[in-house]
C-alpha cells in the first residue's frame, strides 16, 4: 500500500509510555540526506533514522518517583516505513508507516528517597517503547 515519503524536517514523535517508565517526551526531526529533493526538501532514506536523537527527556519509572533524565532514539524502523520499491543511491525511501521502535537510554537514573541515606537510583538502563512519524508531505507517496 503506498504511503508518504518522509522529508527532510519531518516531525518525529515518541510515545511517554515506555515500559515501566513515563517519559516526559518532546518531538525530534528526522533530516533528510539524498542528493535529490521534493518541494524543496531532501527524501529521508534508510539510515536517516539512526541521527535521530532527542536529549534531556525527564523520567520517572514505579516508585522512582524523582525524575531522572535520558535521551530518545529509533531503535527500528517498522516494515512499512521501507520502500521497497524506491532506493536512491542503493538505499531505501522512508515511508510515514505507522510505528517504529524506540529506546530511551537512561543518562541520569530516577531515583527514591531512602531516609536517612542516600537516594535509591533506578537500576534499569533503557526502556523501550514506540513512536511514529509525523509527515508534512501530504502528496508524494510511493509503494
Given at each position: 500500500?503506498?504511503?508518504?515519503?518522509?522529508l527532510d524536517g519531518d516531525q518525529v514523535e515518541f510515545v511517554s509510555r515506555f515500559?515501566?517508565?513515563?517519559?516526559?517526551?518532546?518531538?525530534?526531526?528526522i533530516q533528510g540526506t539524498a542528493d535529490v529533493s521534493y518541494r524543496s526538501k531532501s527524501l529521508c532514506l534508510e539510515g536517516d533514522e539512526e541521527r535521530v536523537l532527542?536529549?534531556?527527556c525527564r523520567y520517572v519509572s514505579g516508585a522512582f518517583n524523582i525524575a531522572g533524565v535520558g535521551r530518545l532514539k529509533i531503535k527500528r524502523l517498522?516494515?512499512?516505513q521501507v520502500s521497497q520499491k524506491m532506493t536512491f543511491k542503493g538505499r531505501h525511501v522512508l515511508l510515514k508507516g505507522h510505528a517504529f521502535e524506540a529506546v530511551f537510554?537512561?543518562?541520569?537514573?530516577?531515583?527514591?528517597?531512602?531516609?536517612p541515606g542516600r537516594p535509591l537510583l533506578d537500576p534499569v538502563k533503557s526502556y523501550?517503547?514506540?513512536?511514529?512519524?509525523?509527515?508534512a508531505n501530504r502528496d508524494f507517496k510511493t509503494d
Open positions: 500500500m503506498a504511503d508518504f515519503v518522509l515500559g515501566d517508565a513515563t517519559v516526559v517526551v518532546e518531538p525530534g526531526v532527542v536529549e534531556g517498522g516494515a512499512n537510554e537512561v543518562q541520569q537514573p530516577a531515583s527514591q528517597l531512602q531516609p523501550q517503547g514506540q513512536g511514529n512519524f509525523r509527515s
